[in-house]
């Protein structure tokens, strides 16, 4: 099945540590998305990314960087973390000129 | 005011029922509405898609737009239980990537 996995699917770290989240899609699409969902705040978008080189923030992306490493894969990193990134992080896949977006099963990290 | 408004509920119906989920909104820029559903501990997966005013049907779910007032709504009839979940509506101008969702509304349908 064409599918979009994401890893790990948890993590608990501390205060100033770097850590990276990584997407991976067999579905062939060329845009992918991170976003992550707070309590009573749903889905905010952090960076979104058309094709390898075409890369962009999105609402929240202050405290993220990404990388678009292959058309498949797609990786945020957290340079420095901090408690109020404590939250549910999903990465998620389209295709050119299509609103569906797919999500992976999402990664929970906990910032201490 | 935010963009996209919808009550987190949570909401516990018996089995059987039919439950009415809804969002309203205040751009008159979006032209695509949707209903993602995300069960726990998984990511959301679209459930209705619709672009014009009017009602669309797929089985037990009726999705409802009404431009005119702004609001949207998801209908699920004979509600079961493997339909406990929680409900966000989404809503697009017509950019084909950046989605507005609202906050989710939780639904437990008790057997």
């Known amino acids: 099945d064409a599918d979009v996995t994401q890893t790990p699917r948890n993590r608990i770290t501390k205060t100033g540590k770097r850590i990276m989240l990584e997407c991976s899609q067999t579905?062939?699409?060329?845009?992918m998305y991170w976003y992550r969902q707070d309590p009573g705040l749903g889905l905010q978008l952090i960076y979104y990314?058309?094709?390898?080189?075409?890369?962009n923030k999105g609402e929240i992306s202050d405290g993220y960087s990404v990388s678009r490493q292959a058309q498949a894969k797609f990786s945020l990193s957290l340079e420095s973390a901090i408690p109020n990134q404590t939250a549910l992080y999903f990465c998620?896949?389209?295709?050119?000129?299509?609103?569906?977006?797919?999500f992976g099963p999402g990664t929970r990290l906990t910032v201490l | 005011q935010k963009e996209v408004e919808q009550d987190p509920g949570p909401l516990s119906v018996p089995e059987g029922a039919i439950v009415s989920l809804n969002c309203t909104y205040s751009n008159s820029a979006f032209q695509y509405f949707m209903w993602y559903r995300q069960y726990s501990r998984k990511g959301p997966e679209l459930l209705m898609y619709t672009y014009s005013s009017g009602n669309k049907e797929d089985g037990r779910f009726t999705a409802q737009v009404d431009k005119s007032s702004k609001y949207i709504s998801l209908f699920i009839r004979d509600s079961q239980p493997s339909d406990s979940a929680t409900y966000l509506c989404a809503m697009d101008r017509g950019s084909n990537y950046k989605l507005t969702f609202g906050k989710g509304t939780l639904l437990t349908v008790n057997p």
């Open positions: 990314s058309f094709d390898v080189k075409d890369i």
């Open positions: 998620a896949t389209s295709d050119f000129n299509d609103n569906e977006q797919f």
């Open positions: 579905k062939g699409h060329d845009r």
